[in-house]
C-alpha cells in the first residue's frame, strides 16, 4: 500500500454546463421518484390500517358490554354489562348507562365495546 503520488493524474472538474445538468436531474428526476415512493407507501399504510381497524358504530340506546381493562384472574369474565349507550361523542367514544339509568363514569372507544343480543 503506502503513499500514491496524485501529482500527474488528469483534473476531473465538471464544467459549468456540467454541472447545471448535474443540478437539474435531483429535482427533476430523484426527488419526484422519492415523493411516488413515500405517496405509494402512504397509501398502502393507510389501506391496512383501515382493514384492521373495527369501524363499529353503536346507535343510541343500542345494548353493549364493555371490556375489562383490568382482567387480573383468567376466571374473571372479560366483558362487563350490559349497558345501553347514550350518545356517541365528537370524538368517538361513547356514554354509557347502567341497568339503574346511571350514567357511569367514563368513556369507552368502539374497540372496548361488544354488542348484546337480546334475549327473547
Not at 47 to 53: I, K, L
Not at 94 to 112: C, F, I, V
Given at each position: 500500500?503506502?503513499?500514491?503520488?496524485?501529482?500527474?493524474?488528469?483534473?476531473?472538474?465538471?464544467?459549468?454546463?456540467?454541472?447545471?445538468?448535474?443540478?437539474?436531474?435531483?429535482?427533476?428526476?430523484?426527488?419526484?421518484?422519492?415523493d411516488?415512493?413515500?405517496?405509494?407507501?402512504?397509501?398502502?399504510?393507510?389501506?391496512?390500517?383501515?382493514?384492521?381497524?373495527?369501524?363499529?358504530?353503536?346507535?343510541?340506546?343500542?345494548?353493549?358490554?364493555?371490556?375489562?381493562?383490568?382482567?387480573?384472574?383468567?376466571?374473571?369474565?372479560?366483558?362487563?354489562?350490559?349497558?345501553?349507550?347514550?350518545?356517541?361523542?365528537?370524538g368517538?367514544?361513547?356514554?354509557?348507562?347502567?341497568?339503574?339509568?346511571?350514567?357511569?363514569?367514563?368513556?369507552?372507544?368502539?374497540?372496548?365495546?361488544?354488542f348484546?343480543?337480546?334475549?327473547?
Amino acid at each position: 500500500m503506502g503513499w500514491h503520488n496524485f501529482t500527474w493524474t488528469k483534473n476531473k472538474l465538471l464544467s459549468h454546463n456540467e454541472l447545471v445538468k448535474r443540478l437539474r436531474y435531483l429535482p427533476e428526476t430523484v426527488f419526484v421518484a422519492i415523493d411516488e415512493r413515500a405517496r405509494t407507501t402512504q397509501e398502502r399504510t393507510i389501506q391496512r390500517f383501515n382493514a384492521s381497524v373495527l369501524n363499529n358504530d353503536f346507535p343510541d340506546g343500542a345494548k353493549v358490554m364493555t371490556l375489562d381493562p383490568i382482567l387480573g384472574d383468567k376466571f374473571r369474565p372479560r366483558y362487563k354489562g350490559p349497558y345501553t349507550v347514550v350518545r356517541r361523542n365528537q370524538g368517538g367514544t361513547y356514554e354509557l348507562k347502567d341497568g339503574t339509568r346511571k350514567l357511569l363514569p367514563r368513556h369507552y372507544a368502539p374497540s372496548q365495546l361488544k354488542f348484546v343480543i337480546d334475549d327473547l
